[in-house]
């Protein structure tokens, strides 16, 4: 049955999977806000295939974003308001460290070669 779904035309399946995407969100609380941030969404996700955007890193951002901001406020409230509580023991200091280093290394990389080859 599910292999048999593949033989639609492409334009039709999107027009069907569009039309069931419409008629649950709005089902769901009767809101054309919801229909508009669905359409908003889609769009996105349009443009991000059209210029080879990774989804994966999006997808894991969207769940884990609002696990992230409430641990971060746990420990803004249990530090009291200080941000200085990601700084005050050796391990969150090497975590943060470690963590700094994965994001920045492969930029700086790339700028150096770039530099090193003019």
């Known amino acids: ?5 593949l033989k639609i035309p492409k ?7 569009l039309i069931f995407a ?3 969100a709005y089902g769901m609380r009767q ?3 919801d229909l508009f941030l669905l359409y908003v969404i889609g769009a996105v996700g349009v443009v991000m295939r059209r210029f ?3 989804t994966a890193p999006v997808v894991v951002g969207m769940i884990l974003g609002p696990l992230a901001e409430a641990q971060l406020r ?12 990601f700084i005050d023991r050796p391990v969150s200091v090497f975590l943060i460290v470690v963590i700094a280093t994965v994001l920045l290394l492969p ?3 790339r700028w150096y070669s770039g530099r090193r080859a003019v």
Do not use: C, H
Request: hydrophobic content about 45%; aromatic content about 14%; cysteine-free.
């Open 1 to 5: 049955l599910w292999v048999k779904l």
């Open 22 to 24: 419409t008629v649950g």
């Open 107 to 109: 930029r700086l990389m």
């Open 52 to 54: 080879d955007f990774p």
């Open 74 to 85: 746990n420990a803004m409230s249990i530090g009291e308001g200080k941000w200085t509580v």
């Open 31 to 33: 809101s054309s806000f």
């Open 11 to 17: 334009p039709q399946l999107y027009a069907g999977i």
